[in-house]
């Protein structure tokens, strides 16, 4: 097995007003500043980064960001460019949430480009795939997410797909309070890493892969020995500095 440096993502998803992430961004640093062992990456609302880079630039956490446009600039009202994220001290960036997928119909050809685009800027792209209940009870799950990692990260050299980062999070677990089994995680974490293989060679022993969906500090230890998951998305549980600092030390 290669040496994989452990990664653990908070992903504050619409949560946090200006002053909420300050006093997150104080007390968990506290909790945290001895872990040299793993990454540590909070992905917060576009609202919130400015915050973030005052009070973690200097710090051992890293700061994420949670969609971008593939654009440098133009004409996209709206949108954030990967320029405007490293204005922001970000090195990490979510692409292809489920919910993006889901709510805003992000297809694969759109989240391709933007984890280019995070790519050639120099960002590390957070890359989530994963499947919905009828996929998983209908057998489907890892011919799904199989094509998922294909289509997205498919024109990719493999001196490129060693930077990126992929989160395997069934949509069935995310938010719901129930997680995938430690086994049913690795043994997509694994189809993943396979898949990968096909892709790059060996070069995919090098990709970490996360798990996502439902992480707590209650589980994350089990998750963490498996063999072929290397960390973890976190979603509610990286809104109370308490719980996600507790996470990090169950996960290390």
């Known amino acids: ?3 994989r440096r452990p990664l653990l993502a908070g992903n504050w ?3 946090k007003t200006i002053q909420e992430a300050r006093d997150f961004a104080v007390g968990f640093q506290e909790k945290v500043q001895d872990v040299t062992d793993l990454d540590m990456v909070i992905c917060a609302p576009f609202t919130a980064l400015s915050v973030l880079k005052e009070e973690l630039e200097e710090s051992i956490i890293h700061i994420g960001a949670q969609n971008m446009y593939y654009q440098p600039k133009g004409a ?3 949108e954030i460019s990967p320029l405007m994220l490293l204005d922001l001290a970000c090195t990490y960036v979510i692409i292809g949430h489920s919910e993006r997928r889901e709510y805003f119909k992000e297809d694969d050809e759109l989240i391709a480009r933007k984890v280019k685009a995070a790519l050639d800027m120099s960002l590390t792209p957070i890359l989530c795939v994963g499947e919905n209940l009828a996929l998983r009870e209908g057998g489907k799950a890892l011919g799904f997410v199989r094509g998922q990692v294909e289509k997205d990260l498919m024109e990719l050299t493999p001196s490129e797909l060693q930077k990126v980062v992929i989160a395997y999070e069934p949509i069935w677990a995310i938010g719901t309070g129930k997680t995938a ?3 049913d995680a690795q043994e997509m974490c694994s189809a993943i890493r396979s898949t990968l293989a096909g892709i790059a060679g060996s070069v995919a022993q090098e990709i970490r892969i996360l798990y996502g969906g439902s992480v707590k500090s209650g589980n994350i230890a089990e998750l963490m020995v498996q ?3 290397d960390g973890a998305l976190v979603g509610g549980a990286s809104l109370e500095v308490e719980e996600f ?4 030390q169950n996960a290390r």
């Open 13 to 15: 998803k619409m949560h």
């Open 227 to 229: 063999p072929d998951i």
């Open 181 to 183: 089994s430690a086994r």
């Open 1 to 3: 097995m290669a040496n």
């Open 245 to 248: 600092a507790q996470l990090i």
């Open 76 to 78: 996209f009202t709206g």
